[in-house]
C-alpha cells in the first residue's frame, strides 16, 4: 500500500510512499530501544547542544520547510516559515531549560537523604496530525529527547514528506542513529505499535474519536498516554470590550492555519448588547481574507488540507443552515480544482446544529447570541470540548475572574486569541485530551518520578 502527499491547492500527487511493513517497524522499535540505552545516559549538556544545532538546522531550512508544507498540506509558505522559527524557539527553550526543570528535589523525610528523581522512560511513539506538521512534533520532540526518551513518529499519511524530513533534521542535528525515526505506516498498524514491547508511552493530537482508540489501546497495555484533541474553542464577547479590537482578534484567532486548528477561536459567542455591530464587523474582515496558491508570498489563506475535509466542512456549514441559521458570508463551495473554501460567517446559531455543537475545521466563524455574562458563560461550557477559551472586557479583573474560575478549558485567554507557548502547559479537559504538553509539565509527562531514599 502506498501512502500519498496530494497537494490540496491542484489535485494533483505530491509523491508516493511505500508502506512499511510490520516486520520493518519492529526493526525501527528495537534500534530505537537500542540506542535509548546509551541516550538516557547522556549527559544533559551534550543533549542540549543537540537540540540547540536541531534550532540551526530548523532556521537554515526554514524555505525549504515552508515549502514543503504548502505542498503537502496548503499551508501559506510565510506561515510556515513561521511554524518553522516556533520550533527552533521549542528547541532553545528546552536546551536551556530541561536540566532543571528534571533536577532532583530533596525532600524532608525521616531518611538521612531523600528525593524525587525523574528518569526517562524509553521509546515514546507519537502519532501526529497534518495541521501544524511540525509543530506538532517538536512540541513532543524537543522535550522527549531533553528528557532522555527516545521518539518514534508515525504522521499523517498526506505530510509523510514533513515525517521524513523531521527524522532527517536531527540526524543533520547530529542526533544518535535511531533517537529519533519516522514510521511510514497507516492507521491500521498504530494499535501493533502500541502494543509493541518497546513502546513505552504514547502521545497524540488528533480527534476525539482517534485519541479514544489509542487510549483504549494504551490503557489495556498499561502505557502511559498524553492526548490533545479536538476543540471547539469558545470566545466570549461582552457588553464592555473594546469592539474593534475584539473583531480583529477573533477573526485572526479564527483564521489561524485557514482555521485548521485545534484552538482557533471557533464559537463567537456575543452578548445582545454589542452583537449586531460585531457580526457587521467580522463580515467585513472575514471578507478580507482571500484564498491563493499557498506558495506565494502574499497569500494569507490556503486551500484546506484535502478535498474530503473540505466537503465535510461544507456539509456541516449546510446543515447548520438548514436548521436555521443565517449566512452571512461564503457559505459555497468554489469551483475549480483544489480543496479551496471561502471565508463563512454563520449567524443565529443555535443547539441542535453541527456548528453550535461540533468542531468546524476550516474558515467559518459561527457567531452565538448571549443575553449577558452568565448566559455567555453557559453556552461557552455547553460543549464537550475544553481545549481553549477567551474573554473579552475592558474590566481585566472580570476578564481575569471568568477566564480563571468560569471557563472549563485548559487555556483561557483575557482580550487575547488562544496560542500555544513553550513556556507554558498546553492541553486540554472533558473530550480534548488530558496530560500537558511544553512547559515543565510537558516535559515530566514522560518521565519515571521516582522517589530515592536512603538510610
Known sequence: ???????????????????????????????????????????????????????RVLRG??????????????????DGRAEVEKCAWACEYYAEKGEAFLAPE?????????????????????????????WQVIRFAAPGLMAGNVGVLKHASNVSGCALALEELFREAGFPENTFRTLLVSSKQVEAIIENRHVM????????????????RAGAMLKKT??????????????????????????????INGGQSCIAAKRFIVVDAVREEF?????????????????DEATRMGPLARVDLRDELHAQVQESIRQGARCL??????????????????????????????????????????????????????????????????????????????????????????????????????ESGYGRELSYHGIREFVNVKTVWIR
Not at 474582515?285 to 496558491?293: I, T, W
Not at 459561527?366 to 481553549?388: K, M, V, W
Open 201 to 216: 508511552a504514547v502521545t497524540l493530537t488528533g480527534s476525539t474519536p482517534a485519541g479514544r482508540a489509542v487510549a483504549a
Open 226 to 255: 498524553v492526548l490533545e484533541l479536538g476543540g471547539s474553542d469558545p470566545y466570549v464577547v461582552l457588553e464592555d470590550a473594546d469592539l474593534a479590537a475584539a473583531v480583529e482578534t477573533c477573526v485572526a484567532g479564527r483564521m
Open 106 to 134: 530533596l525532600v524532608e523525610t525521616d531518611a538521612s537523604k531523600s528525593y524525587v528523581s525523574y528518569q526517562p522512560l524509553g521509546v515514546v511513539l507519537a502519532v501526529m496530525p497534518w495541521n501544524f506538521p511540525f
Open 1 to 55: 500500500m502506498a501512502l500519498e502527499s496530494i497537494n490540496p491547492a491542484t489535485g494533483e500527487v505530491v509523491a508516493r510512499y511505500e508502506e512499511m511493513k510490520p516486520q520493518q517497524v519492529e526493526e525501527i522499535l528495537q534500534q530505537a530501544h537500542q540506542a535509548f540505552q546509551s541516550w538516557r545516559r547522556t549527559p544533559f549538556a551534550r543533549r542540549a547542544d543537540l537540540l540547540r544545532e536541531a534550532a
Open 329 to 430: 458570508l461564503g457559505g459555497e463551495v468554489p469551483p475549480g480544482p483544489g480543496a479551496y473554501y471561502p471565508p463563512t460567517v454563520l449567524a443565529d446559531v443555535g443547539p441542535g446544529m453541527p456548528a453550535y455543537h461540533e468542531e468546524l475545521f476550516g474558515p467559518v466563524a459561527t457567531i452565538i447570541a448571549a443575553r449577558d455574562e452568565t448566559d455567555a458563560i453557559r453556552i461557552a461550557n455547553d460543549t464537550a470540548f475544553g481545549l481553549g477559551a477567551a474573554v473579552f472586557t475592558r474590566d481585566v479583573a472580570r476578564g481575569e475572574r471568568i477566564a480563571r474560575e468560569e471557563l472549563q478549558a485548559g487555556s483561557c485567554f483575557v482580550n487575547a486569541f488562544v496560542k500555544s507557548d513553550p513556556r507554558l502547559p498546553f492541553g486540554g479537559v472533558k
Open 279 to 295: 457580526q457587521a464587523r467580522v463580515v467585513e474582515q472575514m471578507a478580507s481574507y482571500q484564498p491563493g496558491d499557498p506558495l
Open 61 to 78: 531550512r526554514a524555505q525549504e520547510y515552508a515549502r514543503l508544507m504548502a505542498l503537502e498540506m496548503g499551508k501559506p509558505v510565510r
